[in-house]
């Protein structure tokens, strides 16, 4: 859904309770910046940490509390201050306040990471987390490497399990989604 200044707004409930809208920075800086902003709600966690091997991101808080894991660091960014991820690092947020936090995310470079968040979206657009939902999420993640993988070690395997388990249900890569699109 396209709001009015121009943004594309994504839920993500029931799966997640926060909202992400895609600014169109991407098209203006011809891919070398790509900015969400995000709503998190109160008491809630962000995407299970992950890994983005060619870009970096910044976070800049615009309203309450960022709680962000880096490299098993934990930090909290207020409003008005930012954090920046290098590339290749670990690293999750969340809001355990019971206030929202709103905040954008830059990605340098874009690369897909646009069109691989909208696949996400329309995954879980309106179901819960269970398990053949993260399922196809895994499958679609294994089309995007060079924007973003799960953690090495143990967490990788499962997700590399977890796809291939995907491919055996008939779950499409996020390529085929984009093909057929």
């Known amino acids: 859904m396209t709001d009015h200044d121009g943004t594309e707004a994504l839920d993500f409930r029931p799966s997640l309770r926060q909202t992400m809208f895609i600014t169109g920075v991407s098209e203006e800086t011809d891919g070398r910046i ?11 966690g962000g995407p299970p940490k992950h890994v983005h091997p060619q870009q970096r991101e910044i976070y800049t808080v615009e309203e309450g509390e960022l709680t962000v894991t880096l490299d098993g660091d934990r930090h909290v960014v207020p409003a008005g201050e930012s954090i920046e991820i290098p590339a290749g690092s670990l690293h999750g947020f969340a809001n355990p306040s019971d206030q929202p936090v709103r905040f954008t995310a830059d990605h340098r470079p874009a690369l897909r990471f646009e069109e691989y968040i909208r696949l996400v979206h ?12 993260i399922m196809r999420i895994v499958r679609i993640e294994s089309s995007y490497p060079e924007t973003i993988l799960p953690p090495p070690g143990p ?25 057929s699109s």
């Open 155 to 179: 967490p990788r395997l499962v997700s590399k399990v977890l796809a291939g388990l995907g491919k055996l249900a008939g779950f499409p890569t996020g390529e085929e989604l984009t093909a």
């Open 34 to 44: 790509s900015r969400v902003e995000i709503e998190l709600e109160g008491d809630q």
């Open 122 to 133: 329309r995954t879980v657009q309106g179901r819960k987390a269970t398990l053949p939902v």
